[in-house]
DNA sequence: CTCCTGACCTGAGTGC
DNA sequence: TGCACTCAGGTCAGGA
């Protein structure tokens, strides 16, 4: 599912209930995700208190009291699902945090992901930038640090499509395939121009393009294709302002030339022929 | 370095 | 109904 407007998404959910909250019980049902989860994680956690989440690219990371992070990734498939009725398991449900929130309210925070591509780790607040999944990210697609002049080093040497460049995490962080193809059919840029081939005014647009679709997609709570759901249920309604993503043989908006579908680095790719230059 | 492939998993859809 | 096959929002390890 989640690229990062969707973990934006579930991590906005996520903060309504957990901040401040008491983290009254962990149960976990299957250790082995994408890595296998610490099996101390269940003790570290319980009888702590939440603190407000925060987003690095795709990743969710929910700080305690006693100075643990709690890391979320959803990988392809992964969901938040956040109830406050007594809960019933259901296929696919790894984990469970009860929390109480200052209020008293509680909730169940289930973590449910059919094909395990997810993970979810404890560390110290210390090691964050040090965590092997943390320490090679890139600019933060929605950051000010997302500029030309720090990009421009980092793209100079490569030779690859700019569409296969666009979803290097390690270049920048958060945007994935569905994105990657919107983007650059908002930005008029052809998916498989060469990197390092675009003028400062092409990745100015894809800057700006990056953000304006991203935003977007946030305030609609994510693009729904097959799992994504927000944390209540809800669906992500960007999926009917998508452009391009899954639109093979239907109409460009802008000449009404056909929308193409062709593999990139064997993921999909929709475009433009014709507006993209 | 950069780039490409295969691997990790389950489920939905398609065609015979 | 069954089976074989393809594809899916991610990302790492290993090798060229």
Redesign the pocket.
């Known amino acids: 599912?989640?690229?990062l407007p969707?973990v934006e998404t579930v991590r906005l959910a996520i903060s309504e209930v957990v901040n401040k909250a008491l983290i009254e019980k962990v149960d976990i049902f299957r250790y082995?995700l994408?890595w296998k989860i610490k099996h101390d994680l269940k003790n570290n956690l319980e009888k702590d208190f939440f603190k407000t989440p925060f987003r690095l690219?795709?990743?969710i990371l929910i700080p305690t009291n006693k100075d643990n992070v709690l890391l979320i990734?959803?990988?392809?498939?992964g969901q938040i699902k956040i109830q406050n009725k007594k809960y019933k398991k259901t296929?696919?449900d790894h984990l469970n945090i009860l929390v109480k929130t200052q209020c008293n309210l509680t909730y169940t925070i289930t973590y449910n992901d059919?094909?395990?591509?997810?993970f979810i780790d404890l560390l110290k607040k210390k090691d964050i930038h040090k965590h092997?999944?943390l320490n090679?990210l890139g600019f933060e697609a929605l950051s000010k640090e997302l500029t030309i002049n720090n990009l421009k080093p980092?793209?100079?040497?490569?030779?690859?499509?700019i569409k296969?460049?666009l979803?290097?995490?390690?270049v920048i962080?958060?945007?994935?395939?569905?994105?990657?193809s919107e983007i650059l059919y908002k930005a008029k840029i052809h998916p498989f121009r060469?990197?390092?081939s675009l003028s400062d005014i092409d990745l100015k647009t894809i800057i700006k393009a990056c953000r304006f679709i991203l935003k977007k997609a946030i305030k609609l709570g994510?693009?729904?294709?097959?799992?994504?759901?927000q944390p209540d249920g809800k669906l992500?309604y960007f999926?009917q302002k998508l452009k391009v993503?899954?639109k093979a043989g239907e109409k460009c908006f802008s000449c009404k030339n056909n929308i193409i579908?062709s593999?990139?680095?064997?993921?999909?790719t929709y475009y433009c022929d014709n507006c993209q230059m």
């Open positions: 599912m989640p690229e969707e082995d994408r690219g795709k990743y990734h959803l990988g392809m498939s296929k696919h059919p094909r395990r591509f997810g092997f999944l090679k980092l793209l100079k040497n490569r030779t690859k499509s296969n460049t979803i290097d995490q390690t962080a958060g945007i994935g395939n569905i994105y990657a060469s990197t390092n994510g693009t729904t294709i097959k799992n994504h759901a992500g999926k993503y899954g579908n593999s990139i680095a064997k993921r999909s």
